[in-house]
């Protein structure tokens, strides 16, 4: 289910979900590993369905939503980039409308406020068509085409002669949904442990135990949802993925107050089909304020939100892995632009400047970062698409990389269609 790293080619069609069913297993108490968005989504959805009468999930922080789940720009996604029938294209637009609901009902701070894409030349014309129709065909609502003179009039300081309106994108405070959901769950009867690192999984007669910093905790099925540690988590269980996590960090900047105002709403670039990333880009914060970025260098170690942090076993581990240097050697323009990027604000401030052209070096103050999990093939691919894969009295959420904060809760109720 895996194809070149394209973002306009993904992959995973939702006719495949038949196929990962586990028929003949009745859970009653499932343990899910990871207190992130997708983690907490699921425990969520399988309470609120009836399915079980309770659960245990299992956090290694002290908190949940400790990483990817609030380590990003806060975008609510509406599934403009994602091949049409891909899990991506379908969860990221049924999420971002969950999502929404979810925010209204439990007053979360969330801004439905629309972004543009913006074709800087004739030459990215083409791709941004294809963009608006993959945008129509995945059931995108509102989108316009914009000439120049209407792109100023949503972005006045943005360059381009053409763009894309997305209405239905927007900002959201995620910490806020972690918190929100962590409630939920433990009102319905599930039980949240932090600070509960897992290091070993027994399955044993019609259940499998987990061994943690915390204790030993017990289930009948367990849901894999640990993101930029869900691979070791599948070794864990006995089953040997091929692909392996690869962390990328995302760098970001801010805007200075004085330079807020050059950005309205959340202004991006057209995707280089030649590079498997979206490109830097300009975030209206739900908390006020503009994030610049990211852009997209490898990380020295799976949490690493500083240029300085590395951990030996996880920098042997992406090292060793030989689909990274087959990426790499795929990529190697992109890598080498995305590291000077990296080093330099100059250079960063200039790929911005593609997009608004008054932003100056002195507007860019120091942002935060975020690592993101994304699943390497050994042949050097990236994996695309969302990725579940079913074990023995197991199922793995492998891959979900962004959208998955905009769709987790569509994807909690995909993993209960898969679940026995």
Not at 231 to 253: H, N, Q, S, T, W
Not at 361 to 377: F, H, K
Not at 389 to 394: E, H, Q
């Given at each position: 289910?895996?194809?070149?790293?394209?973002?306009?080619?993904?992959?995973?069609?939702?006719?495949?979900?038949?196929?990962?069913?586990?028929?003949?297993?009745?859970?009653?108490?499932?343990?899910?590993?990871?207190?992130?968005?997708?983690?907490?989504?699921?425990?969520?959805?399988?309470?609120?369905?009836?399915?079980?009468?309770?659960?245990?999930?299992?956090?290694?922080?002290?908190?949940?939503?400790?990483?990817?789940?609030?380590?990003?720009?806060?975008?609510?996604?509406?599934?403009?980039?994602?091949?049409?029938?891909?899990?991506?294209?379908?969860?990221?637009?049924?999420?971002?409308?969950?999502?929404?609901?979810?925010?209204?009902?439990?007053?979360?701070?969330?801004?439905?406020?629309?972004?543009?894409?913006?074709?800087?030349?004739?030459?990215?014309?083409?791709?941004?068509?294809?963009?608006?129709?993959?945008?129509?065909?995945?059931?995108?609502?509102?989108?316009?085409?914009?000439?120049?003179?209407?792109?100023?009039?949503?972005?006045?300081?943005?360059?381009?002669?053409?763009?894309?309106?997305?209405?239905?994108?927007?900002?959201?405070?995620?910490?806020?949904?972690?918190?929100?959901?962590?409630?939920?769950?433990?009102?319905?009867?599930?039980?949240?442990?932090?600070?509960?690192?897992?290091?070993?999984?027994?399955?044993?007669?019609?259940?499998?135990t987990a061994t943690t910093s915390a204790g030993e905790?017990?289930?009948?099925?367990?849901?894999?949802?640990?993101?930029?540690?869900?691979?070791?988590?599948?070794?864990?269980?006995?089953?040997?993925?091929?692909?392996?996590?690869?962390?990328?960090?995302?760098?970001?900047?801010?805007?200075?107050?004085?330079?807020?105002?050059?950005?309205?709403?959340?202004?991006?670039?057209?995707?280089?089909?030649?590079?498997?990333?979206?490109?830097?880009?300009?975030?209206?914060?739900?908390?006020?304020?503009?994030?610049?970025?990211?852009?997209?260098?490898?990380?020295?170690?799976?949490?690493?939100?500083?240029?300085?942090?590395?951990?030996?076993?996880?920098?042997?581990?992406?090292?060793?892995?030989?689909?990274?240097?087959?990426?790499?050697?795929?990529?190697?323009?992109?890598?080498?632009?995305?590291?000077?990027?990296?080093?330099?604000?100059?250079?960063?401030?200039?790929?911005?400047?593609?997009?608004?052209?008054?932003?100056?070096?002195?507007?860019?103050?120091?942002g935060g970062a975020g690592v993101r999990a994304q699943?390497?093939?050994?042949?050097?691919?990236?994996?695309?698409?969302?990725?579940?894969?079913?074990?023995?009295?197991?199922?793995?959420?492998?891959?979900?990389?962004?959208?998955?904060?905009?769709?987790s809760l569509a994807i909690g109720r995909e993993v209960?269609?898969?679940?026995?």
């Amino acid at each position: 289910i895996r194809r070149a790293p394209d973002v306009f080619q993904e992959s995973g069609p939702a006719s495949m979900r038949a196929a990962f069913s586990l028929p003949g297993i009745r859970m009653k108490h499932p343990l899910i590993i990871g207190g992130g968005l997708v983690g907490l989504a699921t425990a969520w959805q399988l309470l609120r369905s009836g399915r079980v009468p309770s659960l245990t999930l299992l956090e290694k922080e002290t908190r949940v939503g400790a990483h990817q789940s609030t380590h990003n720009s806060g975008v609510l996604h509406a599934g403009l980039y994602y091949k049409p029938g891909s899990l991506k294209a379908r969860l990221a637009v049924q999420g971002i409308r969950e999502m929404t609901v979810y925010c209204r009902e439990k007053n979360i701070p969330h801004e439905i406020c629309g972004k543009v894409v913006v074709a800087v030349d004739e030459s990215e014309v083409p791709r941004l068509r294809e963009l608006e129709a993959r945008g129509k065909a995945n059931g995108l609502t509102g989108l316009r085409w914009l000439d120049r003179n209407g792109l100023r009039a949503i972005e006045p300081h943005a360059a381009g002669v053409a763009a894309l309106h997305v209405p239905e994108e927007g900002i959201v405070d995620y910490a806020a949904v972690c918190v929100a959901l962590r409630e939920d769950i433990e009102a319905m009867g599930g039980r949240i442990v932090t600070g509960a690192k897992v290091t070993e999984l027994h399955e044993a007669g019609d259940g499998w135990t987990a061994t943690t910093s915390a204790g030993e905790f017990t289930g009948d099925f367990l849901i894999n949802c640990a993101g930029l540690h869900s691979d070791r988590v599948c070794k864990l269980a006995g089953l040997d993925p091929e692909d392996r996590i690869v962390p990328f960090r995302g760098e970001y900047y801010k805007l200075r107050p004085e330079a807020a105002h050059l950005v309205r709403h959340l202004i991006y670039p057209v995707p280089d089909p030649k590079f498997p990333f979206l490109g830097v880009h300009f975030t209206r914060l739900i908390g006020g304020g503009i994030e610049a970025g990211p852009n997209a260098v490898l990380a020295f170690a799976r949490e690493a939100y500083r240029k300085t942090q590395w951990n030996a076993r996880d920098l042997a581990e992406a090292l060793s892995f030989s689909g990274l240097w087959k990426f790499l050697a795929r990529h190697p323009r992109m890598a080498w632009d995305e590291g000077l990027r990296s080093l330099s604000k100059k250079l960063f401030c200039q790929s911005l400047q593609r997009l608004v052209p008054d932003l100056r070096e002195e507007d860019l103050a120091p942002g935060g970062a975020g690592v993101r999990a994304q699943a390497i093939s050994p042949g050097g691919e990236l994996v695309q698409d969302f990725r579940l894969v079913p074990g023995s009295r197991a199922l793995h959420v492998v891959n979900a990389p962004s959208p998955a904060a905009t769709a987790s809760l569509a994807i909690g109720r995909e993993v209960i269609a898969r679940l026995p």
